[in-house]
């Protein structure tokens, strides 16, 4: 005997998404934008035919940041032409505003900071550097002298190389003879003790 299955209920139809919240709309000549400069963040109502101008009024009224110390952007990109309107960007109800810039008082307050008193300037002296003769690890060579076979340099002078490219007489900082050998066919500088 064949049993009949009862045929399952029917999943619920699915829900419709909720109404847009109308908050962002006031009526059909203004909307509300989203303000955010820093930490704070401000709902604004502007006119549909607001300007950037009028839009930088109002950040200027909520933030106290002057208007031409503010940088308006939008997700179509910065704001800069005061006179365009805010249509113009397709700024619509709810759009994020970002605000960057400083209040004045701010910017006053790290200047006074930063501002030297006149007693408390100095005049800026360096200090002249001693000469590297001065040096200990010079003056014990210069107090050896010369070492012996040196070439005198002469100031102007174009000496050629000795045979076999090797340069006789020179020292390292411990005063052990050094000799700096010019290899022409590979390119190389050899020092050797």
């Not at 390292?172 to 000799?179: D, F, I, M, P, S």
Request: net charge negative; charged share 25%; proline share 13%.
């Amino acid at each position: 005997r064949q049993s009949m299955s009862e045929p399952s209920p029917s999943p619920p139809p699915p829900s419709s998404p909720p109404p847009p919240q109308q908050l962002s709309c006031v009526d059909s000549s203004h909307f509300v934008l989203k303000l955010q400069h820093n930490k704070s963040r401000y709902d604004i109502q502007m006119a549909a035919d607001a300007t950037v101008e009028d839009l930088r009024n109002k950040v200027l009224e909520l933030t106290d940041i002057p208007v031409t110390m503010q940088k308006l952007t939008c997700p179509k990109g910065l704001l800069k032409d005061d006179s365009a309107p805010l249509s113009s960007f397709d700024l619509k109800p709810g759009t994020k505003i970002l605000v960057i810039g400083s209040k004045l008082s701010d910017v006053m307050a790290i200047a006074e900071r930063s501002t030297v008193k006149e007693e408390d300037k100095r005049p800026i002296t360096k200090e002249p550097a001693g000469s590297f003769q001065d040096e200990p690890v010079h003056k014990k060579l210069i107090e050896k002298g010369p070492p012996e076979g040196g070439i005198p340099p002469i100031m102007g002078r174009d000496d050629p190389l000795p045979p076999g490219g090797a340069l006789p007489c020179l020292c390292n900082k411990q005063g052990e003879k050094l000799r700096l050998t010019f290899k022409g066919s590979d390119e190389e500088l050899w020092l050797g003790t």
